[in-house]
């Protein structure tokens, strides 16, 4: 699998660390016990078109947000991500 970062061009998986589903909003400080529950452990398993985290560690060390097909692999989009890991307003 090769993934096209916008800022690097084309590079091989390799070079890229994988976080996780990209839907997933980390709650609010304060946030309840379930929701944060929620967030930590309960994950959709999706064959097809899902959307995730990646890290190009081994390039420009930007995260970045991919569109993914899981049967296929073939990768739709690629775009710079916003707000990774940070908390839901």
Known sequence: MRIVCPFCG??????FTYLGDAKPLR????G??????DYVYL???????TSE???HGGGCRAWLKIA??????EISSVEPAAGVGQAAK
Request: charged letters at 35%.
């Open 43 to 49: 994950r959709d398993n999706i064959a097809g078109e």
């Open 53 to 55: 985290h990646w890290y």
């Open 27 to 30: 709650p609010a400080a304060g």
């Open 68 to 73: 993914r097909n899981t049967l296929t692999h």
């Open 10 to 15: 084309e590079r091989e998986l390799g070079e």
């Open 32 to 37: 309840s016990e379930d929701e944060v529950f």
